[in-house]
């Protein structure tokens, strides 16, 4: 069975600085994976997406993730934080031929003026 | 705007009771999914279905069901509700089957209270 790790619940960073946020993965075979952002009382929005081409994703707003198998982790990144970035942020993974997204619990990444 | 709509926003009901909550998938789109999330138990897959038919089944209650109709629109019912069931129910919607990477579009959610 699929599973996803997000290491913090809550990461806070100040605006400009780098952001890190770490998603570990299991799976049985390569997996697709994901990250979606979720503004307060809104629905959840993709940044990016790995689906076994490039290893290196960007996705929006600035946002990129690299898949590395050897870790089983696909963490994302922003080299600058800007305030618009304060959200909710989840890692999902999908296998080959498996329907439904499995989920990481989420990181609530704040953002320092 | 994903294009995905949910209806209702909200909805406020006591134990016991039986609800349906409606998905409006994105023109295009036959793959319909229903997630819950809670504070507890987070974003938890449901079900899945693709054209009308059941494609896959996720942590979903027995007291919880589904269907699709043939213009694609999807409704979750949730019967004999228990204080346990309130979450935010989302439902999303992909061209095709999730298990080729398809991305999938996910609408604002209802948000369902148990009272």
């Known amino acids: 069975a699929q599973s996803v790790t997000q290491l913090g619940s809550h990461v806070s960073v100040s605006e400009g600085a780098l952001v890190l946020l770490r998603c570990n993965y299991s799976s049985s075979v390569p997996p697709y994976l994901f990250w979606y952002v979720q503004y307060p009382n809104q629905g959840l929005q993709l940044l990016l997406k790995?689906?076994?081409?490039?290893?290196l994703v960007k996705g929006i707003n600035g946002f990129e993730a690299e898949f590395k198998k050897s870790e089983t982790s696909f963490h994302l990144t922003k080299p600058s934080a800007h305030m618009s970035d304060a959200a909710e942020y989840f890692c999902?993974?999908?296998?080959?031929?498996?329907?439904?997204?499995?989920f990481g619990k989420g990181t609530h990444l704040i953002i320092q003026p | 705007d994903s294009g995905v709509t949910q209806t209702p926003k909200h909805l406020i009901t006591a134990t016991g009771q039986r609800v349906t909550l409606r998905c409006s998938p994105r023109?295009?789109?036959?793959?319909v999914y229903w997630y819950q999330q809670s504070l507890d138990q987070g974003l938890q897959f449901l079900i899945q279905?693709?054209?009308?038919?059941?494609?896959a089944k996720g942590n979903i209650l027995e007291r919880f069901s589904a269907q699709q109709f043939p213009d694609l629109h999807s409704e979750l019912n949730l019967s004999s509700l228990e204080l346990g069931d309130s979450a935010l129910y989302f439902c999303?919607?992909?061209?095709?089957?999730?298990?080729?990477?398809?991305?999938?579009?996910f609408g604002p959610g209802t948000r369902l209270t148990v009272l």
């Open positions: 790995y689906t076994s081409a490039a290893t």
């Open positions: 023109s295009g789109d036959l793959s």
């Open positions: 999902a993974v999908s296998e080959p031929g498996a329907d439904g997204l499995t």
């Open positions: 999303a919607s992909s061209v095709r089957l999730a298990g080729v990477g398809n991305e999938q579009f």
């Open positions: 279905y693709y054209n009308g038919e059941e494609r």
